[in-house]
């Protein structure tokens, strides 16, 4: 379509089965699709789907064959119809009738599931693009054809009019309309990254199975393992299930490994096997660890990630431990003190790092008064203990006193909720 | 080996009890004060003879529920949801409509069912029915799935009254077997407007649509499919047991004593002196029980099916606030339901014409849709219709549609 310089809004519902006339005025056939490349903000529709007279399939014809679609009919260029080919949908490119007209959408704005009530397309430049979606009750009533009817019912008895709900497309996400073949959405499923995972995890909680699997196929790990964290339990075992390997085993090491655990301990015995065997050498240690101590004990939700040092080391050491410190900032706050035998002896503070000197040896500043739990020990005994002593963290040790692991206020808080 | 096969057979049965629910409560609702009725006059008016006729209405109750669980498991969405993607905005409004305007009819049933049958122990309506609306109300805005859904299979338990009003009713078992073994009937417009009732209060458009639903709301894998498949028989299996004991309660006593009764509380009431005050209370229970049940069920349905169609938030495990219009139209059902049956003088007979005319005009639209969406190998993949089995529905359908427009030319004419 040629460039008149005029811009003009139009609704798909308006569009579609619209007559398709050639230059002289003669009806062809009538429009029964449009088919957009997805990928620029406000997408463009790179050709028309239409139905001639007598024929039953779909054929296709490109935009620049348009010469206008403004007024009653849609009107060819000269010679169009040499150039209709057959319908073929790529892998960036949907229908807007068969893919996104009354289907589910994901709204990223209002961060829930949406179904399409018509699109708001604009016409500039010469080119008809995506510019809204409708969700509100307007966009039925307009397919119905009962807007005039209850504008003017409303606007006599309210002078109210019932109000458009248009979302801009930049805050709109296609699902697949096949998602069992479709590698589609991988390519475009990036606006959902804008969401919170927990945002994210109540979506996937309200789709379908397959488009579930195929959203939380398309996240990244990190994103994948904080949304899997974040879903219903009896999901969370379905999604990592049907995850392929590697890449379960990858979110899974985003994790922190008794968070993993948690996952794993759930998992079919032939499953967790087969993650594990699959994960990077010194996390698959941590996890094995992990796993060996039995459901409900201080060793099944304690975490390794904590830092230990001999007594006879100096706060710089500690210092310099601290700084290479990955873990989150709870596991930390605390810092073992560990004899010759490697038993736990006392316990030092962050507030020990900051105001002591750098050669004082750590174990002369240590409290030898420390509170430690048995890997054995069940999770009430543990919560037992933070509640009474108030403690960020409490050390875990084998039946040697040998530290194994810490459990944090976080992890107990945790492991006592899902028991309730 | 043997220890092996139990285990496996304890496993199965745990993963069939966690499966359960979706199709034992959809079959019983089934069962709800105008089903009750029905079956009630079927056994009064024309004795044993009509028993047989509850064996291939099982069959196809089987049939068309069997492909609602299937397209939940395997699609994953509701039937409307599928029904709005596949048909479009226009046919859904309008069907949602009718099946709307259907299921307010037999909510005001299901309240006057309530009403009928507390009355026979003595409650004036205006007590049972705003309170029975209240509970009825509080158990779904305050309750989560499944909570809900434990209460409902609970509700199933009561339906076995009827069974031992049954054998109260010391009903003459010889004549009952070869009844079943020797099918008649009679094409007297009586019987034959009997057996149209019959198959007309068995099969309702609503159906369909909770249990799809409830069925995606329990979120059960494919692999389990086959213990959904056998919560639907069972249910189906269980919902006709109840309605051949109603039937031959009624046969035993009223049919024998000549007795002819409208509804399902005056058989409750003309028990009594033919079979015992035990017989009539429970039968007045049984009915109290399945009209609380189904009052609850039906705007439920109702509720879900609208929404899902409508591209509005839904379920009972959203908050007020989440899912006002799912809520909305909720309280609107029961409530405008109960009220209707305050109301002085209320032509219920002509409630109840309007709803089934609408009823018998959704429900072939209804069973065409599904039929063409559980043959899509778009949506389903191999889950589809197998060739037997699409036969086998085809006719069933056919034959549903012509008895339900028989059903509704029968009332109108």
């Not at chain 1, 398709?20 to 903000?41: A, C, N």
């Not at chain 1, 507030?351 to 500043?365: I, K, Q, S, T, W």
């Not at chain 2, 080996?1 to 089934?30: E, Q």
């Not at chain 2, 049958?117 to 609306?133: G, N, Q, R, Y």
Request: charged share 20%; glycine share 8%.
């Amino acid at each position: 379509m040629h460039d008149d310089g005029s811009k003009l809004f139009l609704y798909l519902s308006d569009l579609l089965n619209r007559p398709i006339s050639d230059p002289e005025g003669r009806v062809r056939g009538r429009l029964t699709d449009l088919k957009v490349r997805l990928g620029e903000p406000f997408p463009r529709v790179d050709s028309l789907v239409i139905r001639r007279r007598g024929e039953k399939l779909a054929r296709v014809l490109d935009w620049s064959s348009v010469e206008t679609i403004r007024g009653r009919s849609a009107v060819l260029k000269p010679g169009a119809e040499s150039r209709l080919t057959g319908l073929d949908v790529g892998n960036e490119e949907i229908l807007l009738r068969e893919d996104l007209l009354d289907k589910q959408v994901v709204d990223t704005h209002g961060a829930k599931i949406e179904r399409v009530n018509d699109v708001h397309l604009l016409i500039a430049h010469g080119e008809l693009r995506i510019a809204h979606v409708d969700f509100g009750l307007r966009g039925i009533l307009r397919r119905l054809g009962w807007m005039r009817t209850i504008d003017a019912v409303t606007d006599w008895l309210f002078s109210y009019r019932i109000a458009e709900k248009l979302v801009s497309w930049k805050c709109v996400q296609p699902l697949a309309s096949d998602p069992k073949k479709n590698l589609k959405l991988n390519v475009t499923v990036r606006k959902l990254h804008e969401l919170h995972p927990s945002d994210i995890a109540d979506i996937i909680e309200e789709l379908d199975r397959a488009n579930r699997s195929s959203v939380f196929r398309a996240l990244d790990t990190e994103t994948a393992a904080e949304t899997l964290q974040e879903v219903d339990p009896k999901l969370q075992l379905s999604l990592i299930e049907t995850a392929p390997p590697d890449r379960a085993s990858d979110i899974l090491e985003t994790m922190e490994p008794d968070e993993a655990r948690e996952f794993l301990a759930d998992l079919p015995e032939e499953k967790m096997e087969s993650l594990i065997g699959t994960m990077a050498p010194p996390f698959r240690d941590h996890v094995k660890g992990l796993l060996k101590h039995r459901e409900g004990t201080a060793g099944s939700i304690m975490t390794t990630d904590f830092l230990a040092l001999r007594g006879d080391q100096t706060i710089a050491d500690a210092v310099e431990s601290f700084r290479n410190a990955i873990h989150p900032l709870e596991t930390v706050a605390y810092i073992y003190i560990t004899g010759e035998d490697l038993r736990l002896a006392g316990v030092i503070t962050l507030r020990h790092l900051l105001l002591c000197d750098r050669e004082e040896r750590l174990g002369a500043l240590m409290n030898p008064h420390v509170l430690m739990v048995e890997t054995d020990d069940d999770i009430a005994t543990v919560a037992d203990v933070f509640n009474k002593y108030k403690f960020l963290a409490v050390p875990v040790v084998d039946r040697n006193l040998v530290i194994r692991g810490i459990i944090t206020l976080q992890d107990i808080v945790q492991a006592t909720a899902e028991e309730l | 080996m043997i220890k092996d096969a139990i285990r496996r057979r304890w496993k199965g049965l745990l993963l069939f009890l966690a499966v359960m629910g979706p199709g034992i409560i959809t079959s019983n609702v089934d069962n709800d004060a105008g089903g009750i009725a029905t079956y009630s006059m079927a056994g009064a008016h024309f004795g044993n003879n009509l028993l047989w006729t509850l064996i291939p209405v099982m069959a196809a109750l089987i049939i068309i529920q069997e492909m609602s669980a299937r397209m939940g498991v395997v699609t994953g969405k509701g039937l409307s949801d599928l029904i709005r993607e596949r048909f479009g905005v226009r046919i859904t409004v309008y069907l949602l409509f009718g099946i709307f305007v259907t299921n307010l009819g037999n909510v005001i049933a299901e309240f006057a069912g309530v009403a009928s049958s507390l009355e026979i122990f003595h409650v004036s309506k205006f007590i049972s029915v705003p309170l029975s609306a209240v509970i009825v109300w509080l158990l779904v805005v305050k309750g989560n799935y499944r909570s809900v859904e434990k209460v409902f299979l609970f509700a199933c338990l009561f339906y076995v009254t009827y069974i031992i009003s049954g054998i109260l009713a010391k009903p003459d078992w010889a004549a009952i077997g070869t009844s079943l073994v020797r099918p008649s009937l009679s094409f007297s417009p009586g019987q034959l407007g009997m057996v149209i009732g019959l198959v007309g209060t068995t099969i309702a458009p609503w159906m369909q649509f909770y249990l799809q639903a409830s069925i995606v709301e329990k979120n059960i894998a494919i692999k389990d499919y086959k213990h959904s498949r056998l919560d639907v028989v069972l249910g189906s299996f269980i919902v006709t047991i109840v309605a051949g004991f109603i039937i031959l309660t009624c046969a035993a006593t009223l049919f024998k004593a000549g007795v002819r009764v409208e509804t399902a509380a005056d058989a409750a009431l003309a028990l009594k002196p033919l079979a015992g005050k035990y017989c009539s209370a429970l039968f007045a229970f049984g009915l109290l029980n399945a009209s609380l049940f189904a009052a609850s069920i039906l705007p439920l349905s109702t509720a879900f099916l609208v929404c899902e169609g409508m591209g509005w938030e839904n379920g009972v495990n959203k908050k007020f606030s989440e899912a006002p219009q799912f809520y909305g139209l909720y309280s609107f059902l029961v409530f405008l339901g109960a009220a209707v049956i305050l109301l002085p003088r209320i032509p219920l007979f002509r409630v109840m014409l309007i709803s089934q005319v609408v009823n018998g005009i959704v429900l072939p639209v209804v069973l065409v849709f599904m039929l063409i969406l559980v043959n899509s190998r778009k949506l389903m993949g191999t889950h589809k219709n197998g060739r037997v089995y699409n036969i086998l529905s085809w006719i069933t359908v056919a034959v549903l549609v012509a008895l339900t427009g028989a059903y509704i030319l029968s009332f109108v004419g």
